[in-house]
Nanobody, 124 residues
Framework: QVQLVESGGGLVQAGGSLRLSCEAS????????MGWFRQAPGKEREFVAA????????WSADSVKGRFTISRDNAKNTVYLQLNNLKPEDTAVYYC?????????????????WGQGTQVTVSS
């Protein structure tokens, strides 16, 4: 069983920054691919970014490239998402997720465990 707890969301003006954190339970955290997804009201959940167990391989959605950065600290069982130059369309609930198979996927169905989400609201 893996538990994921996100934090760091909030209200920020357009152009501002936030750093989201996701702390995971479980001794095998360093083996998981970790991902961030988001869901805006009335929309489907969408992929944001993911990072392989080593931290050397990352990938992200085109809509956030150059603005969002994913990273991880395996010693702290934590994955981060740095959000810069935020836009109103980034407003959503942000979820972290764990892929125990390490498939390196952008598909939500490939992720086994999910956090409860943290709200990010960007005002114009």
């Amino acid at each position: 069983q893996v538990q994921l707890v996100e934090s760091g969301g909030g209200l920020v003006q357009a152009g501002g920054s936030l750093r989201l954190s996701c702390e995971a339970s479980g001794r095998s955290f360093r083996r998981y691919t970790m991902g961030w997804f988001r869901q805006a009201p009335g929309k489907e959940r969408e992929f944001v970014a993911a990072i392989k167990w080593s931290g050397t391989s990352t990938w992200s959605a085109d809509s956030v490239k150059g603005r969002f950065t994913i990273s991880r600290d395996n010693a702290k069982n934590t994955v981060y998402l740095q959000l810069n130059n935020l836009k109103p369309e980034d407003t959503a609930v942000y979820y972290c997720a764990a892929d125990l198979q390490g498939s390196g996927s952008a598909l939500a169905a490939h992720y086994d465990y999910w956090g409860q989400g943290t709200q990010v609201t960007v005002s114009s």
